[in-house]
């Protein structure tokens, strides 16, 4: 539901001013007189107001609410919020938060275990949340930006901060260094819960599949279903009266009761006389070996640690793919060089799929039943001006 003639503080100092002046014959408005004092103070809160609206309006709205009040509204529709597997849980706490310097400093910086990250709070409508270091993180030196994982600190399951919300923090170095703070993904107070975009995107896609016997009805069934990433329908896979319901596993720990449990889930919406067949998509194995080339100065345990975070930023975007996706080299590069800003080159070595050679280029499965999924990451580190360079 958009908000018509929201205002900004800004414009309602100046609409202020501008009644002073024209209403009262208060032309003394400058920085400093009593006029501009009262005019500020009330403004401030007008200003409040009018976010404490748009926030509570934001969360009653199906495109917009997060968290619990996303999950109130999918209880209208019938819609419950679905957990994902372990290892998507443990994928989104890895590196969630990003430490960053305006320009690189001539020693290593360490942030230590249990700092405190804040989301920004700019007005009373937003409460402020607070999140809480998991281990070390070092920003090496000649570096501006290091990566870490941090969970909530508080046990409400209302709030996900969004992308670069968290953007304040409790911890002083002892020079005189800025150290800037951001989270490059979402934050969760629930990880074993469904991500609120796919969620949004099921309770819209509800209405459609209230008439029983739709692809759309078929494919929602599924996806509500425990460990399920993705569904693709294909009709007649063999002949009149049959389908196939191809899915796509978050993990392969639930394979081997998945088939049984969307064919119980999907009964209800199956059209009469049509035959179901639950197929586990094949995942095409990618490996990659990949070589980096570092800045000058690296020392050798730096550069072991930058290459293990490339290589869980790769297998990270790989895993995101699904059936249908192009695995894309210059995305697998720009992976690589966003883990670290000490990588100054970066070379795809070989790349293959399932133990075949694969030509370095941009490859799409067309197979309906194939989906990429990261195998083996290998990423070796050279330094420029080192003997093995």
Do not use: W
């Amino acid at each position: 539901m958009p908000i018509y003639g929201s205002k900004e503080k800004s414009e309602i100092l100046l609409s202020m001013l501008t009644g002073l002046e024209k209403n009262a014959g208060i032309t003394a408005v400058y920085q400093g007189s009593i006029a501009r004092a009262f005019a500020d103070a009330v403004s401030t809160e007008i200003s409040d107001l009018y976010e404490s609206l748009k926030f509570s309006i934001d969360q009653s709205n199906l495109l917009t609410a997060s968290g619990r009040n996303l999950d109130l509204i999918g209880e209208i529709y019938g819609v419950p919020r679905k957990s994902v597997t372990e290892v998507v849980a443990q994928d989104r706490q890895s590196f969630n938060i990003e430490f960053s310097l305006s320009i690189p400093y001539s020693s290593a910086i360490i942030i230590p275990k249990d700092t405190l990250i804040y989301n920004d709070v700019s007005s009373f409508a937003t409460r402020q949340y607070s999140y809480k270091l998991a281990e070390d993180v070092t920003i090496v030196s000649g570096s501006t930006r290091a990566y870490g994982r941090v969970a909530p600190n508080f046990s409400d399951n209302s709030y996900v901060a969004p992308k670069n919300s968290l953007t304040k923090h409790n911890y002083v170095y002892s020079e005189p260094v800025v150290i800037f703070v951001t989270n490059p993904k979402e934050v969760y107070s629930n990880i074993n819960g469904e991500s609120d975009t796919n969620y949004r995107r099921r309770i819209i896609t509800s209405i459609k599949a209230r008439s029983a016997g739709t692809a759309e009805s078929v494919r929602l069934a599924a996806l509500s279903v425990k460990g399920v990433k993705d569904v693709r329908i294909r009709e007649g896979s063999y002949g009149i009266g049959s389908c196939d319901v191809i899915v796509v596993p978050e993990s392969s720990s639930f394979i081997k009761n998945l088939p049984n449990t969307i064919l119980q889930v999907i009964d209800s919406v199956k059209p009469v006389g049509v035959r179901f067949n639950v197929r586990i998509a094949e995942k095409m194995t990618i490996n990659l070996g990949i070589t980096i080339t570092l800045a000058s100065g690296t020392s050798t345990p730096a550069a072991g640690g930058i290459a293990n975070q490339a290589s869980l930023f790769v297998r990270r975007y790989l895993n995101s793919l699904t059936i249908g996706d192009t695995v894309s080299v210059n995305e697998i590069q720009r992976q690589v060089r966003s883990s670290s800003d000490l990588i100054r080159g970066v070379s795809i070595n070989f790349m293959n799929g399932n133990g075949r050679d694969l030509p370095i280029q941009d490859i799409t499965f067309n197979n309906v039943r194939e989906y990429p999924a990261a195998g083996t990451v290998d990423v070796y580190s050279v330094i420029i001006s080192a003997s093995n360079y």
